[in-house]
């Protein structure tokens, strides 16, 4: 299966609508029940969860498992925006880089990635204040990006300020 939903290299798309069912779910299930809504086989089911396990994102609760803080963290993080919504960044007006945000996990390989140029465009513009409040519906990360654009920080100190505040929030040094 595809990996078009990942934290890191652990988390999958199977791994991630298992989180994704736990974290929506009201009543407990049995496997069989679960199985059918992840719409994976119960063995296939029991294999994933015990790899959520290990990775920190699922805890044993008695005879079950529930979502941990990382869990729901990755949910949080991987869950992608609509397709016309995602962060488009550019170097400045009309001088697209190529590269497009869907989540929030994309958005901070992206700010890895581009030019410090481009993200003093953005953040001193507000552009990344406003997706993240706007799209993602985060208003603290939003507000502590205008922290970030009020601190004056430039070129590379400003990416790595960028990374920190994201990381701070979302733990994406541990997640990735």
Not at 35 to 44: D, G, I
Not at 96 to 116: C, E, H, V, W
Not at 126 to 132: H, K, R, V
């Amino acid at each position: 299966m595809s990996k078009i939903v990942k934290v890191g290299m652990q988390l999958n798309e199977e791994q991630f609508m298992v989180l994704k069912t736990m974290s929506e779910a009201k009543n407990r299930m049995d496997i069989n029940m679960f199985s059918k809504k992840v719409n994976l086989s119960p063995a296939q089911t029991i294999q994933q969860i015990q790899e959520l396990a290990k990775e920190g994102f699922l805890q044993k609760i008695g005879n079950g498992f529930g979502i941990t803080d990382k869990g729901k963290e990755a949910l949080k993080a991987f869950t992608l925006v609509p397709e016309e919504t995602g962060f488009r960044f550019y170097y400045g007006i009309d001088r697209p880089t190529g590269l497009k945000a869907n989540s929030l996990g994309d958005f901070y390989r992206m700010i890895k990635q581009i030019s410090p140029d481009s993200a003093e465009f953005h953040l001193y513009r507000g552009d990344f204040e406003a997706w993240l409040k706007d799209v993602c519906k985060n208003t603290e990360l939003a507000e502590e990006f205008h922290s970030v654009r009020a601190s004056g920080a430039k070129g590379e100190e400003l990416k790595t300020e960028l990374l920190n505040v994201l990381d701070t929030e979302y733990r994406f040094k541990e997640l990735m």
